[in-house]
C-alpha cells in the first residue's frame, strides 16, 4: 500500500479521489502557486481541476531566500511558513519518516501538525482562497473524501538535494553570520552595560565630590566673610607694593595712594583698651610707613616736574594745571598731610613760578599793547577852547599833527560796553593793527586778559590745594603771583589816562571796570576786588580832573565875553540866533555822559559835575545873549535855540539822569519860548 503511495500514479490517484463542486482540492494545507520539487508529498493534478496544487516544500524556489526571516517570527509563522527544514542527519530516519502514515503517527505528530496550523500570520489573511462557490457552513457539513490522506507523495531524490547543495551551504553560511553578528552584539551589549555601570559609579563620585566641594566651599565662604575684614586690616597686596613704588601715576594709582591713607589712618588709631597687639599688626606699621615714604618720594618728584613744564618757552599754564595739576589734586592732599613741609616747598616753588609767568607774560602783552595808535586829546580840547573855524590857523600850528577825531562825540565808542566778544586782542593783532583808537580800547585789552586768567589761577588754587590749604591762605597765594601784574596794570590805566583831558575816554574806562567787577562776582573770584578797587581810585579823580578844566574852560570864555554889548544897533542886528558852538559840544558831551550812565547810582560823582558844567554853559549863554544889545526878543530867539538844540540832542537817552536833564531844559526852552 506505502508503495502506491511512493509511486503516486495518476490511475491509482484518479481511482480513489472523487473531484469536489468547483473543482476545489481537499488539501489540509494552504494553496500554493507554484510546486516545490522537494516536497515530500506531492498531489498530483486531477481532470477538470485547477493548476494549482499545493505542497509541503521545505525549501522554496528561489534560491535567493534564505530561511533566516522563519527563524525570527516570535509568534509562529503562517501555514505557507510553517514548514521547517527536517532534520537528515541520517538517511534512513529521514524515509522512515516519509513512509510513516500519518493515520498512525503518535501524538507527536498530531501536536506537531497542531503547531503547523495554529500559527496564523498576517500574511495568510490576505490569501484568496477558493471555496467552490460553497459557503462557510456548507463547506464545513460537507464531507471529505476518505482517501484524502492516501495521496500519493513524491520522495525527493539525491539528485535533487544536491541540485541544492549550494543553497543549502549559503544557508548554513548565513546563519554562521547571523550567529557572528548576534555573538558581536551580545558581546558590545554586555560591554556597554558594563561602561554604563561604570559611569553610573563615576556620576555618583562625582555628585558626592561635589557636594563635598559645595561644603567646602562654603563653610570658605563663611570664613571668609568672618575674617576677610581683619586680614584685608592687616595685610598688604604686593600689587599694591608694586604700584605705589615702579608703578605709573595715573588714576589707579591714585586710587591706591588713597586706599594706602586710610589704611595708615585705620592703623594709627589707639587700639582698645584690653586688645592685645598681634604679630601681623606689629609687622604692617612699618610698611605702612615704608610705602608711605616712597609715596611722598613719587609725589615730590612729579609735582617738581610739572612746576619745571611751567618754565618751559611758549607753554600754556592753564592746560598743564587742567591735565596734570588738577587730575591729580588728591596727591597734594596727601602730601601735605604726611610731610607739611615738604607740601609748604611745593607750594612756595609753584607761587613763585606763576608769579614769574604771568609777570612775563603780561609785560610783553602790555609792550604789544602799547604799539596800537592812541588819540591824544590835550587842553586844545576843551568845551570853552575857541572855535576851531576860527582859529585854525593857530591851532594847525601849536597841536601836533595826528589823525582826526571828535573829543565831544560818543558814537560807536560804546560797542565796547556793548560787544558780545569777551575776548582780548592778541599779541600778533595788536602789534599789527595799524588803526588809531581812543584810550579806551588798550584799557579793555589788558584788564580783559587780566580778567580772565585771574579767574582761571583763582579757581586752579581753590580746587588743588584745597581742603589742605584754607580760603585766606589761597587769597594771600593768589595776591602773591598777581601782586607784580596787578601793580602792572595799575600803571598802564594811570599811563592812559594822566595826561589825556578825554572824559569820554576816562568814563568809558570807569564803566568797563565796573563791568568786570560784575563779571568777577558773577564768576566768584573776590581776590580781585582789591584790583578793581584800586583801578577806580586812579579814574574817578581824574574824570573830576578833567570836568573841572572843561567848567574853568568855560568860565574862563565867558570872562572874556564884555559885560556890555559894545555894537552898534545896526551891528547887532545882523548878528544870527544860531546856537552857539559850545553849545553844540556841551549838547554832544552831555549825551555821551548820559548814554553811559543809564544804568548808574545816585551816589556816583557823574551828576554833580554835569550840574557844574551844566550851570557854567547858562551863564555863559545868558552873558552871550546880551551881545545883541537892546533886542530882547533876538536874544531870547537865541537862548531858545541853544537851548532847545541841547534837548534835540539828549532826547533820545534814558536813566535817571537822563530823565533829570530833558526836564532842566525843557523848563528852559519853555520859558525863554514865550518871549521868542
Known amino acids: ?80 511558513q510553517s514548514v521547517t527544514i527536517p532534520n537528515i542527519n ?35 489573511l490576505e490569501l484568496e482562497v477558493d471555496f467552490g462557490g460553497l459557503s462557510l457552513k456548507e463547506l464545513a457539513s460537507s464531507q471529505a473524501p476518505d482517501d484524502i490522506a492516501s495521496v500519493p507523495r513524491r520522495a525527493q531524490s539525491v539528485e535533487d538535494y544536491q541540485k541544492e547543495r549550494t543553497t543549502f551551504e549559503s544557508l548554513r553560511r548565513s546563519i554562521a553570520a547571523c550567529d557572528d553578528v548576534l555573538n558581536s552584539v551580545e558581546t558590545n551589549l554586555a560591554s556597554f552595560r558594563n561602561d554604563l555601570a561604570a559611569v553610573s559609579a563615576d556620576i555618583e563620585s562625582l555628585q558626592e565630590r561635589s557636594s563635598a566641594l559645595n561644603r567646602r566651599l562654603q563653610n570658605r565662604k563663611d570664613v571668609e566673610k568672618a575674617l ?35 589704611r595708615t589712618a585705620a592703623y594709627k588709631k589707639k587700639p582698645s583698651p584690653g586688645s592685645q597687639p598681634n604679630k ?23 609735582l617738581v616736574a610739572q612746576i619745571k613744564a611751567l618754565r618751559s618757552p611758549h607753554i600754556n599754564a592753564q592746560i598743564i594745571q587742567q591735565q596734570n595739576f588738577l587730575r591729580f589734586k588728591d596727591l597734594y592732599n596727601f602730601l601735605h598731610k604726611h610731610h607739611a613741609t615738604l607740601a609748604d616747598e611745593i607750594s612756595r616753588a609753584y607761587m613763585n613760578t606763576m608769579r614769574w609767568y604771568y609777570q612775563t607774560h603780561f609785560s610783553t602783552y602790555q609792550q604789544a599793547l602799547a604799539k596800537i595808535k592812541t588819540h591824544i586829546l590835550d587842553k586844545s580840547d576843551m568845551l570853552g577852547h575857541e572855535d576851531t573855524t576860527r582859529m585854525a590857523t593857530v591851532l594847525s600850528s601849536t597841536r601836533a599833527a595826528g589823525p582826526p577825531h571828535d573829543a565831544f562825540n560818543l558814537g560807536r565808542r560804546i560797542d565796547l560796553l556793548k560787544t558780545s566778544n569777551q575776548a582780548a586782542s592778541s599779541s600778533h593783532l595788536a602789534e599789527e593793527d595799524q588803526t ?18 585771574t579767574t582761571a589761577e583763582y579757581t586752579f588754587l581753590a580746587t588743588f590745594f584745597s581742603p589742605a590749604l584754607s580760603y585766606s591762605q589761597i587769597s594771600k597765594t593768589f595776591n602773591y603771583i598777581f601782586e607784580s601784574t596787578f601793580e602792572m596794570g595799575q600803571a598802564l590805566s594811570k599811563n592812559l589816562v594822566s595826561n589825556t583831558y578825554d572824559a569820554l575816554g576816562i568814563l568809558l574806562c570807569i564803566r568797563l571796570n565796573q563791568n568786570f567787577a560784575f563779571e568777577l562776582q558773577r564768576r566768584k573770584v573776590p581776590a580781585v576786588d ?23 574852560s568855560v568860565r574862563q570864555l565867558t570872562t572874556n565875553l564884555p559885560s556890555k554889548s559894545s555894537r552898534s544897533t545896526g551891528d547887532a542886528a545882523k548878528m544870527t540866533a544860531a ?45 552871550q545873549s546880551l551881545s545883541y544889545g537892546g533886542d530882547k526878543r533876538k536874544s531870547e530867539r537865541f537862548l531858545y535855540n541853544n537851548y532847545s538844540l541841547i534837548l534835540t540832542i539828549i532826547g533820545a537817552t534814558t536813566g535817571k539822569l537822563a530823565v533829570e536833564q530833558q526836564g532842566h531844559f525843557e523848563r528852559l526852552k519853555a520859558a525863554h519860548q514865550e518871549d521868542a
Open 228 to 262: 576677610g575684614p581683619l586680614v584685608e586690616e592687616l595685610s598688604v597686596s604686593p600689587e599694591v607694593v608694586t604700584k605705589i613704588s615702579t608703578g605709573r601715576i595715573d588714576e589707579s594709582w591714585t586710587k591706591i595712594l588713597s586706599e594706602l591713607d586710610r
Open 90 to 124: 541520517d538517511p534512513l530516519e529521514t524515509l522512515e519518516g516519509i513512509l510513516r502514515d500519518p493515520r498512525e503517527a503518535d501524538d507527536g505528530f498530531e501536536e506537531s501538525q497542531k503547531a503547523r496550523t495554529s500559527s496564523i500570520v498576517e500574511t495568510d
Open 1 to 80: 500500500m506505502w508503495l502506491d503511495r511512493l509511486a503516486g500514479g495518476p490511475s491509482s490517484a484518479s481511482g480513489q479521489s472523487t473531484p469536489q463542486p468547483g473543482s476545489r482540492s481537499f488539501s489540509p494545507l494552504p494553496r500554493r502557486t507554484t510546486s516545490s520539487t522537494l516536497s515530500p508529498y506531492v498531489t498530483s493534478q486531477r481532470a477538470g481541476h485547477s493548476p494549482r496544487s499545493s505542497s509541503l516544500s521545505l525549501v522554496p524556489n528561489d534560491s535567493s531566500s534564505s530561511l533566516l526571516s522563519h527563524s525570527r517570527r516570535t509568534n509562529g509563522s503562517s501555514l505557507r
Open 579 to 623: 546856537p552857539h558852538v559850545v553849545t553844540q559840544r556841551f549838547g554832544q558831551l552831555l549825551h555821551g555822559f548820559l548814554a553811559l550812565s543809564a544804568e548808574a547810582g545816585d551816589d556816583e560823582p557823574v551828576a554833580a559835575s554835569l550840574r557844574r558844567l551844566r550851570s557854567e554853559v547858562e551863564v555863559f549863554l545868558n552873558k
Open 436 to 453: 588809531t583808537h581812543y584810550l579806551e580800547v588798550q584799557f579793555r585789552n589788558f584788564n580783559l586778559a587780566l580778567i580772565d586768567n
Open 280 to 302: 601681623a599688626s606689629a609687622e604692617l606699621g612699618p610698611l605702612l610707613e615704608k610705602l608711605t615714604l616712597k609715596a611722598i618720594e613719587r609725589i615730590r618728584d612729579f
Open 530 to 552: 582789591s584790583y578793581i578797587n584800586g583801578t577806580n581810585m586812579l579814574l574817578w579823580p581824574r574824570l573830576q580832573v578833567v570836568m573841572d578844566r572843561h567848567c574853568e
